[in-house]
Every structure is written in C-alpha cells, then in structure tokens.
C-alpha cells in the first residue's frame, strides 16, 4: 500500500521528546514516597449486576476503565478505551461499534449501552453511538463480558455501563480545567464544578470537542453534564440529572475504500470512484443532538439496599447520504433522512440482607420498561420532479414508525458460607411487543417473551482471591430493520414471523486474585453456544434481508494482569484468545476463481471477522517524583474475512507512548499512538467477491487512524 501522507514538524519533535522521556534510566524513588496506582482496580464496587459488590467478588468477567486510565491513554472515543478490554473488537470504520466475544451480526447494534443505568437504543437498526458520549465526563466504564441477567434482552452480546462522574462530598466547592490539543487541529476542552453543600450535592460539567480527522472526517461536540441531589441521610439520596450532547460530523462510515483508491487516496474523504471513473465519491454528514433527563432515588442500608429510575431520553439526527451525489443522476441520490426518537424508562429494584450465622442471604428483585416511539422521514432534495409516482414510492419505502415496549423482571439470589463458599442464581423474564409501520403501508405486530437464567457458584480461597463457575442463558433480541427487510422482500423462506432472538447457552470458568500491590489476576475461559445464529440471507442472487442461518460455538481464554513491582516500575498485560465456529448454516457466497454466486455450507467454518489472538502489553515508568511514562504494544492475529474462510486480513502490531508529570493540582502530558504510523483498516468482504472472475478480491476498507500526537494539561482546585 501507498505510505501515508508526511507528518506536521510539531508531531515529529513532540514524539521525539516522549520516546527521549521513555527511555530515561529510572531512578529509585523518594523512601516516603508512596507507590502510585497502589489500589488494584479489583477492589473497585461495581454496579454491572443484580447487586453491587467488589469486582473480585462478581462471579462474572467484568472490566473496569477508569477515569485515570482514560486520561492516560488519551482516548478520543470511548471505542478506544474499550478496545484494551480483552474480548472487546472494534467492528467498524467509525469508532462507534464494538464486538464482544464475536457476538456482533451484520448491520446491528452488539453489546447493550448504558449511561448510569439508562439504555441507549437509537433507531430501527439499534446502533451504538459511542461518538456521543463525551469522554471527559465518563467516572468509569464497566464491560461484562460474561451473560447476566441484569440488563435483559440483548445481554447476550454483553453489557458496557457508562458511569458519569460523580458528586464529591468532601467540600463545599471542587473544579477541574482540561484542555489538550492534538493531531489533525484536535482540540478537547473541558471544565466543571462539584461540591456539597449540607444535605445538597451537585456537579455541572462542560466539554467541546472537535477534530478534521485523520482522513478529513471533521467533528464538533458540545456537551454538558448537571447533576443535583438532596441527601435524605448518609445512606439515602434522591437526585436529578440531565445531559445534553450536540455533534456535527462528517464520516466515511458508508464509504468504503478498494485497493486502488487506498493506495492513493488512502487520508482524502473525497477520492475518484474508480481509476477510470473521475467522478467524485462525496461524505456523509449527520447532525445529531440527544438528552437524557432522570430522576434518581437509592437507598444503602446495612440490610435494605433500593434503586430506582425514571428517565427520558430524546435524539435527533439528521443524516445526509452524499456519496452519490457526483457519481449518479438518479432522483434518489443525495438522500436525507429525519430520525427522532422518544424513549422513557422506568427501573426499580432492591434487596435485603440476612445473616443466618455462618450463611450470608441477600435476594433481590427488579423491575424496568422502556418504551421507545422512533420515526424517519425520508426526503430527497435533488429529484426535480417529485410528483412522479415511483418517487412518492419509494419515498414511502423510507418512512418509518416504530413503537415498542420492553419489559422485565428479575429475581436473584446470592449467598456466602462461611465467607468462601458463593452461589448466585436467579432468573429473569422480558417481553418485547413492538409495532414497525411503513408508508407502504405494511405493518408488523411483533410479540416475544424471553427466559434468561444464571446459576454461578464461587469459593475464595483466600479474602482477595475468587475462584467461579457459571452458566447463563440469555438472548438477544433482532432489531427492527431485520422484521422490516423480512416484510419487505416477501420471501416465503424468511417471513418476519419466522425470526427468532439469537439465543446463547455461556459456561465459564473464572479466577480472580489480587495477590500483592505487585501481582493481580483475572482469568476466564468460556464456552459459548449459540443458536440461530442472523446472517445476510439471499434467493437467486437477491437479497432477502436478515434470517436465522444457523448456529456457533465459541471457545475462549481472556486473561488481565497488572501490578506495581518496584515503586518505579509497573505493568500491564491483557490478552484474549477466540475460537468462534459455525456448526450449521449456509450463506450466499462468491466462487473462487469463476466469481459466480453459490450457496455454501458453513459447517466447520471459523466465524468471520474475529482475530483469533489479541493483546495489548504496558509499562510503566516513575523515574522521579510526579513523573511517568508509558510504552504499550498492541497486537491483532490475523483474521478471516469471508464466511468460508478463503481470504484473510494480515496481523497487526501498534505503539502507543506517554509521558506526564503532576505536581500538586496541576498535570501536563505528551501522548502519542500510533507511534510508527501502521496503515490499520477494518477489512470487510464476507461473500468472499472478487473484483472479476479470476481477479484479486474486491475487500473493502475502511481506514483508521495513524500517527497521533497529543498534548494536555490538566488543572484541579
């Protein structure tokens, strides 16, 4: 592939002066300084479960990032804090979806979003906006990985629970300033106040954010965070928050990128459709602005614990397909689509503590229902004649109204003998009835009840160790679209009441010990088996939309390991190995060499689009008081990108380094990732076609970032 384009100077000496501050000999530190990063992650309360609990208590595989490591590795999106969690893949262009452990299908959301507790699911194809979420308002973010029964339909593709920051009670007034700049004109800005005054707390945060972008994908965010609470007693508290987010961005997410146009065209978002086609491929832009608006209520007492949420949560986008606009004369090109949708949520759920002498009992129930109302209109500006009839055709095509209503149950059970021996188990019912109508007009009436179970016991061998077994089973439930593709293309093979939810059976094994300041351990190993599997579903060489194709089994080996050894040495090692098969199923491919479409049988083939090896190994260095460095490797075995397994993408290895030095209440860092400039893309061709019978592939790229230098300082009062 064509090298990228030449860095600015400034990127160049600033990376030069951070791989100088890595390589300085450390020196020992001051004998009264107190080894930084002393409290292992592990002893963190988490809220991903029926209960909250120390994270190596939780029989389950869960992670945690926290603010400071998000401040550490400079993440830009939330997509790149997630994907140093083992198990965890980028799976797309736009850095606003994820996979875990394999489980994403093709064009819909993966893993359920939650912010402090509220779901996010925008729009009949239930996309993850990762993009929204400021990063500098995040507290922490937990991932389970493992199937719970907590967060219902759609736990099966896991949970990533985004925790805004919090109230601190010590005084009256806290602040904070943060600004960087960075890479591609980005600059990131953020500030706010906390405190508590007698019973009230409160906290507002602001923060804007905006970049060209790497291939010239320029993005604005605004964003603001306003919390205000009145404390009933220490350990009761009722509480208002809202949050508001506005991004303007261009993307390339629908415009995907072939070899010839990678090789030279590989930082333009415009570029020439083909080598012997000028014409232009033009962005996308969407606008979007969403909110969340809630009332809090918990309660924490030495036996009665309760929570409960009422919350709204509005979002707009407007999103214009230009792509085509230069390259088509077709009425349709250069469409808009109009999307708002409406979601209010209602949670409640609680427990009790017994003790029975040596037997510790705590059951819990819970209660939620969401209920969404999503419409799209769609227009298009550049068809002159839009009284023709098979305009207002396919006008009506587009239109869409969506209205469902999900609600579940829960009850769990955890108990502790002796303080070593565990189990927890429970259950949980849901039932999801939805409504989709189109213009057309056509109508579905969708109605489904899920059963989830887990049963997990557990022994600690010691107070800081955790040895579990679990087995859930949980779903997740098809987005809307796939019900509308099913209606729309009529096929009598895929009917839209023939769909079923994705069903996971998961047995994992789980070891978690937080053996020294020096040493910490969590350990997993699964297997996954799931059942009716979706995948893309054609007839005769047409599309046919979305349809149960078949079933998987997936093994897996996640491992993390972290410590602080020496007071000016620590480390790092995260690592995730995946075997993800299909043991039944057929999908619509392409023929090597002749080109020609075939049914295949996907028995025995490895899922696509899954590295079977990732890892990510840290140090870090704290040569002198308030200093500290830090180099990472980052690594991608190589992946299949076809359903039969013909064509692969090659591995990859990425740097990142940082330097930053805190003195008091004020901190500065240089950061960079990407340090030798690696060409990485998300490669996607799962038919297996080629450019022409017996002609190179016809992959699609979609390019990520490269070198990024960044710059900061941080301030607190």
Not at 16 to 44: F, K, N, Y
Not at 175 to 201: C, E, F, M
Not at 220 to 229: I, P
Not at 372 to 379: E, H, I, L
């Amino acid at each position: 592939m064509k090298a990228t384009q030449g860095r600015k100077t400034t990127d160049t000496i600033i990376l030069g002066l951070m791989l100088g501050t890595v390589s300085w000999a450390p020196q020992p530190a001051a004998a009264d300084e107190q080894p930084q990063d002393a409290t292992h992650v592990l002893e963190e309360m988490v809220v991903t479960s029926t209960t909250k609990s120390k994270l190596i208590d939780t029989p389950a595989s869960i992670s945690v990032v926290t603010a400071a490591d998000l401040e550490q590795m400079g993440a830009k999106n939330i997509t790149e804090a997630l994907e140093r969690i083992p198990g965890v893949y980028n799976t797309t262009a736009s850095n606003s979806s994820v996979s875990i452990r394999g489980t994403r299908s093709s064009m819909a959301g993966g893993p359920v979003i939650l912010i402090d507790g509220v779901a996010q699911n925008y729009g009949n194809y239930r996309r993850e906006e990762l993009d929204i979420i400021p990063v500098s308002q995040i507290e922490r973010i937990e991932v389970l990985r493992s199937a719970g029964i907590a967060y219902g339909p759609g736990a099966a593709r896991g949970v990533i629970s985004i925790i805004t920051k919090k109230n601190h009670a010590d005084k009256p007034v806290n602040g904070h300033i943060s600004s960087s700049y960075g890479s591609w004109d980005t600059a990131n800005v953020s500030g706010g106040v906390n405190g508590r005054l007698n019973r009230w707390d409160y906290l507002a945060d602001l923060s804007y954010y905006r970049t060209d972008g790497y291939e010239e994908e320029q993005s604005e965010r605004s964003a603001g965070l306003l919390k205000l609470g009145y404390n009933l007693s220490d350990r009761t508290r009722i509480g208002i928050r809202g949050d508001w987010v506005s991004l303007d961005s261009d993307t390339a997410y629908d415009l995907a990128k072939y070899q010839w146009q990678l090789d030279n065209y590989r930082r333009d978002i415009h570029f020439p459709k083909a080598e012997n086609d000028p014409r232009l491929v033009w962005h996308n832009t969407k606008e979007q602005d969403s909110g969340i608006y809630a009332i809090d209520f918990s309660h924490n007492g030495p036996k009665l614990f309760v929570d409960g949420t009422l919350a709204y949560t509005h979002y707009n986008e407007v999103y214009f397909d230009n792509q085509d606009i230069y390259t088509s004369t077709s009425r349709v090109r250069g469409d808009r689509d109009d999307r708002i949708q409406n979601t209010y949520t209602a949670t409640l759920s609680g427990g009790y503590r017994m003790d029975f002498g040596a037997l510790h009992y705590t059951p819990s129930m819970g209660v939620s229902v969401e209920d969404v109302d999503f419409s799209q209109r769609k227009a298009y500006p550049f068809d002159p004649l839009v009284t023709v009839a098979s305009n207002k055709t396919a006008k009506a095509k587009a239109d869409v109204d969506l209205a469902e209503t999900t609600s579940g149950i829960f009850w769990d059970n955890d108990l502790l003998l002796n303080e070593r021996w565990g189990l927890k188990i429970g259950s949980r019912l849901d039932r999801v009835d939805m409504t989709f109508q189109t213009k057309e007009p056509s109508r579905l009436d969708i109605e489904e009840d899920m059963w989830s179970w887990q049963m997990a016991p557990s022994y600690h061998f010691t107070p800081n160790a955790n040895v579990y077994v679990s087995v859930a089973r949980n779903y997740w439930f098809p987005t809307p679209q796939y019900y509308y593709w099913a209606a729309s293309y009529g096929s009598p093979n895929n009917r839209p009441e023939d769909l079923k939810p994705e069903e996971s059976l998961t047995y994992e094994i789980g070891y978690k010990h937080h053996v020294s300041n020096a040493l910490n351990i969590a350990l997993t190993t699964y297997f996954m088996d799931t059942k009716d599997k979706f995948g893309g579903y054609y007839e005769g060489g047409s599309y046919m939309g979305m349809k149960n194709i078949g079933d998987a089994e997936t093994y897996g080996v996640e491992l993390e390991l972290d410590g602080r050894p020496l007071s000016w040495l620590g480390y790092r090692i995260s690592g995730a190995w995946i075997d993800a098969e299909w043991t039944s199923g057929t999908a619509r491919i392409y023929r090597h060499p002749t080109n020609t479409r075939v049914d295949a049988d996907l028995s025995g083939c490895k899922v696509n689009n899954i590295p079977e090896f990732s890892s990510r190994i840290g140090v870090d260095f704290y040569p002198r008081q308030g200093w500290k460095a830090s180099l990472d490797a980052i690594s991608s075995s190589k992946y299949y990108l076809d359903y039969t397994n013909r064509l692969t993408y090659p591995s990859t290895t990425t740097f990142d380094a940082s330097v930053s030095y805190s003195w008091d209440k004020y901190k500065v860092w240089i950061l960079a990732k990407n340090i030798f400039d690696e060409d990485v893309e998300r490669a996607i061709n799962s038919d297996g076609e080629l450019a022409r019978a017996y002609g190179p592939a016809n992959t699609a790229y979609y390019v990520l970032d490269g070198l990024y230098v960044e710059a900061g300082i941080s301030v607190k009062f």
